[in-house]
């Protein structure tokens, strides 16, 4: 493998327009900035026209939720056939077996050898952590673009106990590329899988070292908090010549070489800002990518649709103290800021007209920060964001001799370890921390699983999550106490509760415990279904996809807005207040069934 060659026969090399985390549906219902995701895509698709690709490759989260709006599925898929269907031929053979790369799709087949399709420019994406598959069934939104037949869904893995990658085999002329896919999987499973050697990744049986192989991933790049948080790219298998990096929204567009897989790295980043975090000021690329036989050529294509971002930190002055001191002080920093961003606009007249502005500003603990949306009022017909504007963070006094790097990533030098802990904390974490304290430890449950469950409910709105995983886990307690108590010693039924809990607790691989309860979940719906019974819609909280999330490269909190959102955020309480009464009256029955086999020794 080298970089770099010179003008091969165009019939020689096969050509990818590369691009990661389009975030489509992000901030759609807001009127300033909800069709920024959608015109950066768009942008993307015309590159690829205009430069003549033989394939579109997208490394994940190509919608921001999953559960995108019907809105901006309908959006995704027309802006796919527009310019990706039409008369050019299509170059690239399709060698590998196509029933294992698309497994588990309806059509098996990649859709430019569908005779009912009419595809110019194939596009292969695998899934994120924003629209990866979720609910008994395992869909994604990814799944109904490949069903609809405008793009090429892989990397999907069909079990969670070890994980075997087949690689896309395609040839043009000479050229032979394989794509290795991994779609997102919670970091700290794949870390332990990739440890424990349950990745498997296949290669060509025959003229192995004649293929460039192209990895496409979407994990964490970095370390945040745990060491189990990421993946090392030392972990990925060393025959591989490049490796795509999704999931990181800040574009490193020059290449690195990892000396010890023998790779080249790429990290795209994201094409919209979904956070106001210094990452994102950082210019958005697409990229070219040309092949031709054991040679590559990378160059960087300037995304000029995306909304102008400038970012900026301060240190109050202590003796300021009052309001409007702060104000001015502040105002005179966004003010310098929109300078700046009105000559970006000059220079790029393709850019939207309102830009995003930042000013993270330190106080001092004597000193009280101003209301952010009051300031923000000033600037509302210049900027895209006037409530968020000013961040406060407090200053906080650090010995410099003890002092350790801010951010240990050379990828995000300026982010503080307090603001990534707190950007990247996940609803299993604060879960878990919440039930961490004293006399708050569960006896029967598992919080691991039990945290897990609850970020399904909150984060793919899979309404039963927590019943049924708390369902599972009683139904599973009491199989285990019939076969190894006497019931006829209460004492003896608690004690081997807490020893049963510690062992699970050690050996405990949460995922799989949270998806054998999702397996009878879709058991009993479908018993339901054969005898005529539906479940009750939770309509409120289906019909109000549009979650916001201010965290561009993990899951984060979600926000809503508007009067639709405060009705939601009504009825979501109201049916949870159901819920708690239906789970209450569950948790009753079967601690009665408890109690009865702890009197009667049944």
């Not at 569960?442 to 708390?470: F, M, P």
Request: glycine share 6%; charged share 30%.
């Amino acid at each position: 493998m080298s970089e770099g060659y010179e003008n091969p026969p165009e019939e020689e090399s096969l050509s990818i327009l590369v691009a990661t985390d389009n975030h489509l549906g992000y901030a759609e219902d807001d009127p300033i900035r909800g069709e920024d995701s959608f015109i950066a895509f768009e942008e993307v698709l015309q590159h690829a026209v205009h430069q003549k690709v033989d394939m579109i490759l997208l490394g994940g989260d190509l919608f921001h939720d999953n559960k995108p709006s019907r809105a901006t599925v309908h959006k995704a898929t027309t802006l796919l056939r527009k310019y990706c269907f039409g008369d050019t031929p299509i170059q690239i053979e399709f060698l590998s077996d196509q029933t294992v790369n698309f497994e588990g799709s309806q059509f098996p087949r990649v859709n430019y050898e569908d005779p009912n399709l009419n595809v110019a420019i194939p596009v292969f994406s695998i899934h994120g952590n924003h629209d990866d598959p979720a609910g008994p069934q395992g869909l994604c939104a990814l799944d109904m673009l490949s069903a609809s037949g405008v793009l090429n869904y892989f990397g999907k893995a069909s079990t969670v106990k070890e994980i075997t990658i087949h690689p896309i085999l395609l040839r043009k002329g000479p050229t032979k590329l394989a794509i290795y896919g991994l779609g997102s999987v919670r970091d700290e499973r794949l870390h332990r899988m990739f440890k424990d050697e349950k990745v498997k990744v296949l290669r060509p049986e025959n003229d192995k070292d004649d293929w460039f192989n192209i990895f496409v991933i979407h994990q964490n790049h970095v370390k945040r908090g745990a060491p189990t948080s990421y993946i090392p790219e030392d972990y990925l298998p060393d025959f591989i010549d490049m490796v795509i990096w999704g999931h990181e929204h800040d574009c490193i567009p020059e290449l690195n070489l990892n000396e010890t897989i023998n790779a080249y790295i790429l990290q795209p980043g994201s094409s919209v800002a979904t956070s106001l975090s210094e990452g994102e000021t950082l210019p958005k690329h697409c990229f070219k990518l040309q092949i031709w036989k054991k040679h590559f050529c990378l160059n960087k294509i300037p995304l000029t649709t995306v909304r102008p971002f400038i970012f900026k930190d301060v240190n109050l002055p202590e003796e300021l103290k009052e309001d409007k001191a702060i104000t001015s002080f502040l105002q005179f920093h966004v003010d310098e800021m929109l300078d700046r961003a009105n000559q970006m606009k000059e220079e790029n007249p393709n850019a939207p007209e309102l830009p995003l502005l930042r000013l993270r500003y330190h106080y001092p603990e004597t000193t009280t920060p101003i209301n952010s949306a009051k300031f923000g009022i000033e600037y509302k017909d210049r900027a895209a964001n006037t409530r968020d504007i000013l961040h406060p963070v407090k200053q906080k006094e650090v010995d410099a001799a003890t002092a350790g790097p801010a951010f240990p990533s050379r990828r995000r030098p300026n982010v503080s370890p307090e603001e990534e802990e707190r950007k990247y904390k996940s609803p299993s974490t604060i879960a878990l921390e919440f039930m961490a304290g004293e006399n708050k430890e569960l006896e029967i449950l598992l919080e691991r699983s039990l945290g897990i469950a609850a970020e399904d409910y909150v984060e793919k709105l899979e309404n039963d999550s927590v019943t049924e995983y708390i369902d599972f886990a009683m139904e599973q307690c009491m199989k285990y106490l019939k076969m190894n108590t006497n019931p006829e010693l209460e004492e003896d039924l608690y004690e081997k509760t807490r020893v049963r809990k510690t062992v699970m607790s050690r050996e405990d691989d949460a995922k799989e415990d949270v998806e054998e309860a999702r397996k009878r979940w879709e058991k009993r719906r479908m018993e339901k279904q054969a005898r005529g019974e539906t479940d009750e819609p939770d309509s409120d909280r289906d019909s109000d996809p549009d979650l916001m999330d201010t965290g561009g490269c993990g899951s984060a909190p979600r926000t809503r807005g508007g009067r639709r959102a405060r009705a939601a955020r009504g009825s979501r309480g109201n049916t949870r207040g159901r819920g708690r009464g239906s789970r209450g009256g569950r948790t009753k029955t079967q601690k009665g069934t408890l109690d009865a086999f702890i009197g009667d020794g049944s």
